[in-house]
């Protein structure tokens, strides 16, 4: 083949080239992609069933005056903003709604994620039977059963139970410190799952960064500070997101141990809207204070899906 073939050959390739790519953004810029649309379908429509549609009757479910038993549990109405100016007023929500912010805050944002950070970097730097032994037991709490863990804290810190024992007293611990008793379950219960996350973003953080820090000279909790943390920062943003998820939804763990007492010091807004729907037979007013449960958990999930498109573009 001459050498005038070749560069036609090449100009050719080239140019193909350059056209199907220029085509391929074409198509996605001024039309409309029918075959990513087509494998989409089944995942949308999935989502539409099994989320979209029940969350929507939900939030109409709170405009109604539905009930679960009582003549309004079959002939029941649209009632508009009624259960909404109840909500406004009810002094119980908004006592619920503190409660639920405390109990993210000191279990979920900062107890589970130091506690999972300590896990993980004694597991990184540890020896390996310790490694092991440790990893291992935390595991096991997180995978527990719901009811399992708080039958195990309830026989823990009642009266009679282990930690009356250890200090010498027969007091009830979780009746006399309940909201402190809850945290600290719910820190037993999740912080292997933020051991986990947290181990592989310490993994991740590189080598030669770690490396030239000790060469400066700098110590293991400045290099620890000034170089681990702020690399690590979208998988502890991550984590915290993840785990204040999970920590929403521990329904099983405090009802179990506390059914939101007593009186209403654990009564979280998941408990109070089991409550108010059924044991209170208020079917409607449930399914409003279900909603709010859902909007801060959207909330979350918004923060979340924002913090991993950082993390991806970072990568």
């Not at 989502?47 to 309004?72: E, R």
């Not at 007023?89 to 405390?102: A, C, K, N, P, Y």
């Not at 527990?144 to 024992?165: D, E, M, R």
């Amino acid at each position: 083949m001459s050498a005038d073939s070749l560069e036609l050959d090449l100009e050719r390739r080239v140019g193909g080239g350059h056209t199907s790519a220029t085509g391929s953004k074409s198509r996605w810029q001024d039309g409309i992609d029918v075959a990513a649309i087509l494998l989409l379908a089944p995942a949308v429509v999935l989502l539409l069933a099994l989320f979209v549609g029940p969350v929507a009757f939900a939030f109409y479910l709170g405009l109604t005056n539905i009930s679960l038993v009582g003549p309004t549990a079959l002939h029941w109405h649209f009632t508009g903003l009624v259960n909404l100016r109840k909500l406004m007023h009810d002094q119980v929500f908004w006592e619920s709604l503190r409660i639920t912010g405390i109990f993210l805050a000191v279990s979920a944002i900062f107890g589970v994620t130091v506690v999972g950070m300590v896990l993980a970097l004694l597991i990184q730097h540890a020896i390996a039977w310790l490694r092991v032994a440790v990893g291992a037991i935390v595991v096991v709490a997180w995978m527990l059963p719901p009811i399992t863990a708080a039958l195990l804290w309830y026989a823990f810190s009642t009266s009679g139970g282990t930690l009356s024992f250890v200090t010498g007293t027969h007091m009830d611990f979780l009746n006399a410190f309940p909201m402190t008793i809850i945290c600290l379950a719910n820190i037993w219960s999740t912080a292997g799952f933020s051991m986990l996350v947290l181990a592989a973003g310490l993994r991740n953080v590189p080598s030669e960064v770690l490396e030239a820090g000790r060469m400066e000279g700098a110590s293991k909790w400045t290099i620890f500070r000034s170089l681990t943390l702020p690399i690590m920062q979208p998988t502890i943003v991550t984590n915290i997101l993840l785990v204040t998820l999970l920590s929403l939804a521990n329904f099983s763990l405090i009802y179990i141990m506390t059914a939101g007492g007593p009186g209403n010091a654990t009564n979280i807004l998941p408990i109070y809207s089991y409550q108010e729907a059924f044991q209170f037979n208020k079917l409607s007013y449930g399914a409003l204070l279900g909603d709010v449960i859902v909007i801060i958990a959207t909330v979350f999930a918004y923060f979340y899906v924002r913090a991993s498109r950082r993390t991806v573009l970072s990568v």
